[in-house]
């Protein structure tokens, strides 16, 4: 079975940088990789996403802040956060959907933004 395991949160001060990342046991089954973020009291957000090809798209808000990349093996995603801001603060978690339309998630990891 595909499993997702995400790590890089942490606590930052507003300006600075974070890279997450997006593991899997193996990603050959899964053509995409989206990032989604969570902030208590809030609905769940689309952030981006990135394909097996490379192509990526972002949500308006982190555009030109935010890049989504992966290795050449396709079996991590990495999402670098730059000039975040308190309002980036959020539980972050990667998606995927399987070619069968199976969605695996992962366990999220936390990012702060405060001073």
């Known amino acids: 079975q595909v499993q997702l395991v995400e790590s890089g949160g942490g606590l930052v001060q507003p300006g600075g940088s974070l890279r997450l990342s997006c593991t899997g046991s193996t990603f050959f089954s899964i053509n995409a990789i989206d990032w989604y973020r969570q902030a208590p009291g809030q609905q769940r957000e689309w952030v981006g996403s990135?394909?097996?090809?490379?192509?990526?798209a972002y949500t308006n808000s982190v555009k030109g802040r935010f890049t989504i990349s992966r290795d050449n093996a396709w079996n991590t995603v990495y999402l670098q956060m730059d000039n975040l801001e308190p309002e980036d603060t959020a539980v972050y978690h990667c998606h995927g959907k399987s070619t069968t339309m199976r969605d695996y998630w992962g366990q999220g990891t936390q990012v702060t933004v405060s001073s």
């Open positions: 990135i394909d097996k090809r490379g192509f990526t």
